[in-house]
């Protein structure tokens, strides 16, 4: 098995993008927590989103959810980001909350409703052009709750125009990302319930058209890493959205229910290409804290990720494809789970030491004196929910 030394630099690129919704106040419908020193304006969550960045050196950009995010002037809140260290990242849009997407946006059997789920996708597109963001990631609700309520077919045609609209708005150094999710908020049929009918859509789009996988977006059981070994192999893998989850969308830290899914999937990752530093694959937290503190929840996740991605680097894979070869069933097995059962914690923080980074984020962010300042500051005003 390879030593971390060895690994120990290809950790050097690692990049994890935040949410800026994780910052906000979250919970479920059954309540929404209101908690000290949640951000009241968006250049509050993005200083939360730098904060993370400074204590782990791993989440460098911030995605941006609109209209939750929206502000007078792009150009200098990206001149904001980048003072408190950090980029702007993925634009995500949003046709969930509007009266009149509540039969669907971009599927819509009303034009003019299509028409302004368009519109707003457009509005995306600009935000993009000023913040210097990559990828217009889209995550639609559409779908239907009985049957017989929506034509399931003629949705997909409307879908497919839909996206032609917009993807033929992008610029050269652009992407559209599609994100599947199996039900919710429809509880029948969801128009992009899955990774198959991502595919195709995106296919039909063109090059600069990729797939995002939510952790959180299967079916029990799923084998999540074949999918994103599919997805890598066909070169549509554009984002994760990770997340943890033990019943459905929970949204929990990453790796906290199962780290040795996350391990296979960043071994999949690594195996297929798309831990390369030029991947173009974005990784991407979609997460909410709603009992625990968001910014050590942040902080918690992206060392989640860097953990499990050293240990999928310390898979022998030259012993690995040998047992594969020969056969032999539980001895490549035991070398795969060798490197899931390494303990890569000191060495990590070794690591983060040498880099001028704290050997401990989640300790340092606790004794920094950061969390007492904003919630001593962030009094008045109105703090922001998602
Ligand atoms: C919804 O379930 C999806 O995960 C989306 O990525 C969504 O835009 C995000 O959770 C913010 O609400
Ligand atoms: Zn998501
Ligand atoms: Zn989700």
Redesign the pocket.
């Known amino acids: 098995m390879p030593t971390f030394e060895q690994i120990s630099q290809q950790l050097d690129h690692q990049a994890i993008e935040v949410?800026s919704?994780a910052y906000g106040n979250s919970g479920t419908r059954f309540k929404v927590f209101g908690s000290a020193g949640t951000p009241r304006t968006v250049q509050e969550k993005i200083a939360d989103a730098a904060a993370v960045h400074r204590f782990t050196g791993l989440a460098p950009k911030v995605a941006l959810?609109i209209p939750w995010d929206k502000v007078e002037d792009y150009a200098a809140l990206t001149a904001y980001a980048a003072e408190q260290g950090v980029q702007i990242g993925t634009i995500?849009s949003?046709t969930?909350q509007d009266d009149d997407y509540k039969l669907g946006g971009l599927t819509h059997h009303d034009p003019a409703i299509r028409r302004k789920a368009i519109d707003h996708h457009l509005e995306c597109l600009q935000i993009m052009d000023a913040t210097g963001s990559q990828d217009l990631?889209i995550?639609l609700?559409d779908g239907s709750n009985y049957p017989g309520q929506a034509d399931m077919r003629s949705r997909q045609d409307r879908l497919a125009e839909s996206l032609a609209t917009i993807y033929a708005e992008l610029k050269d150094d652009q992407r559209l990302v599609l994100?599947y999710?199996i039900f919710?908020p429809a509880f029948y049929h969801t128009d992009v319930p899955d990774w198959g009918t991502a595919l195709v859509q995106v296919q039909a789009l063109g090059e600069k058209a990729m797939v995002?996988l939510?952790t959180?977006?299967h079916a029990p059981s799923t084998n999540v890493e074949f999918i994103v070994a599919q997805l890598l192999r066909l070169g549509r893998l554009g984002s994760f959205?990770f997340n943890s989850r033990f019943y459905a969308?929970d949204?929990l830290i990453v790796g906290s229910a199962d780290p040795f899914q996350l391990f296979r999937i960043m071994f999949e990752v690594v195996r297929g290409g798309g831990y390369a530093a030029d991947s173009g694959v974005a990784f991407m937290l979609?997460q909410?804290h709603n009992v625990e503190k968001k910014i050590p929840g942040q902080i918690r996740s992206v060392l989640n990720v860097q953990e499990m991605t050293a240990r999928a680097l310390m898979v022998d894979t030259e012993a690995l494809a040998a047992a594969q070869q020969a056969g032999d069933v539980l001895g490549a097995h035991e070398v795969f789970m060798d490197a899931f059962y390494t303990d890569v914690r000191p060495d990590l923080a070794a690591w983060r030491e040498s880099r001028g980074l704290p050997a401990s984020p989640m300790r340092a962010y606790a004794e920094s004196g950061y969390q007492e300042t904003i919630e001593a500051d962030r009094v008045g005003g109105t703090q922001l929910s998602?």
Do not use: L, S, V
């Open positions: 949410p919704w959810h995500n949003n969930f990631k995550w609700a994100e999710k919710e995002c939510d959180g977006h959205d969308d949204d979609d909410c998602w």
